[in-house]
């Protein structure tokens, strides 16, 4: 009871206040839990996607826990924890629901990761395995000097290799022209050639080249090349069998071979050791003497070039001569064209696509003209020990370009059996360094000492040393052979 006068307790009309506070206060707090459930329920599956996204995802590359910005997971939990009425419980619901949520993809990548790898793994090329592509263009690059990888080979360990080719042998002093590898501008060559793989897969093969002196300077280079397969005694070669030389891989019962037929149709000059003619006949359109010699071979390497730079025009027997006699001249590039028609047809209308693989030789050029390179003292390819370097623009160092066209032309035309064209003639043309030069030999004889000292006369800059410039022709074919799947075998021989 209150005295006349007494002020009311303290709190005494407070508690009203206080109690009406307390009951218009609860409905807000009810309100917001309620609409942040309502929030939670609607966006729950997001959130819970987010939160498990976040956790299972790695981090992105460049991240780190120590750059100072929150991880995923942590955004996308925390505004859920602070709105939460059981933040604890539903910390522990997200984390669950997560756990199971995350468990089946997880798997499911471990597999697709597990499928990838094994994938790879088996996509990895082994030893031997070759992949150049068809649209790198080898002849585009430069010459890199590289004294661990290069020779290919030793000089002395090449136990055919003719006394025409062995420079060192025949006097020369210096041996940098072995050691440079071509470096291809938009791919690589093989390191190295492997010889038992590439051995493999002449297995029970023929490989010939047809040509001139320079195709039987590539294989030389060839036989050097893929001999360290075979075993001591089981390799030899037959010499001039006809037109043919032969070397055997007995354990692979396989042959690497050349042919020579200079112009590859018939011609006065088709004797293999008699190379003095002055006077060079052709027949355009007669190759069947010759081509019988090349069926069934698996793999066939052309060649023809040097036997028509002697003349401007060239000599082409009349369709009713008798007689080497009985000819008319014709200028080169048309007579040229005349024989590679001939060579194409026969190509397309006798290979066997799905056997035998053909490649056309492009030009191997010669230097006789020192002062085309900025060395206007030389004496034509003489006591050059180095490769044109850093040179811009064409060398025109004296090659017939309409002949390299048109046996580019021939190869494309043709349409039944694909020809590819090997174009080495840019790339060789700034090995000036070389070639064989003095040391060599001549009419079956070494050079002597009071040859050797005249260049101008007895100087050869068309043929090439060995180990050298051809070994790196036969690792671009090397490199097209083995970057493609094995043909059937072949006949054995």
Known sequence: MRLPGQRNPPGAKRAPVASHRR??????????VFFLASVFLMFRDEILSLTTTARSSPPTAGSSAGDGLPRREELSVKPVLRHSGKPERHHRVTERHRKASAKRPRKKATKA?????????????????????????????DWVFDNASYPLYREEACEFLTAQVTCMRNGRRDDGYQKWRWQPRDCDLPAAFDAKHFMERLRGKRLMFVGDSLNRNQWESM??????????????????????????????????????????????????????????????????????????????????????????????????????EEHDEVVRIEAYRRVLDTWATWVNHNVDPARTSVFFMSVSPLHISPEAWGNPGGVRCAKEEAPVRKWRGPLWVGTDWDLHRAAAN????????????????????????????????????????????????????????????????????????????????????
């Not at 009951?23 to 917001?32: E, N, Q």
């Not at 180990?467 to 022709?473: A, L």
């Open 223 to 324: 036989v050097c090349l893929v001999q360290p397969a075979l075993s001591p005694g089981k390799k030899y070669v037959t010499w001039w069998e006809g037109n043919r030389v032969i070397f055997h891989a007995v354990e692979y019962n396989a042959t690497v071979e050349f042919y020579w037929a200079p112009f590859l149709v018939e011609s006065n000059s088709d004797d293999p050791k008699i190379h003095s003619i002055q006077d060079r006949v052709i027949k355009p359109d007669a190759i069947a003497a010759h081509a019988g010699n090349w069926r069934g071979v698996d793999y066939l390497v052309f060649n023809t070039y040097i036997w028509w730079m002697n003349t401007l025009n060239m000599k082409v027997m009349r369709p009713t001569g008798k007689t080497w």
């Open 113 to 141: 990761a597990a499928a990838k790898k094994t994938s790879k793994v088996a996509a990895r090329p082994g030893p031997g395995v070759v992949d150049v592509p068809e649209t790198c263009d080898l002849s585009k690059g």
């Open 410 to 493: 021939a190869s494309r035309a043709v349409t039944r059996v694909p020809v590819t064209f090997v174009d080495v003639t840019a790339m060789s043309e700034r090995r000036k360094d070389a070639h064989t030069s003095v040391h060599t030999i001549r009419q079956g004889r070494a050079l002597t000492p009071e040859q050797q000292a005249d260049p101008a006369t007895y100087a050869d800059c068309i043929h090439w040393c060995l180990p050298g410039v051809p070994d790196v022709w036969n690792l671009m074919l090397y490199a097209r052979i083995m970057s493609r799947p094995s043909p059937p075998s072949g006949r054995r021989v």
């Open 23 to 32: 009951s218009g206060r609860l409905p807000v707090y009810v309100a917001g």
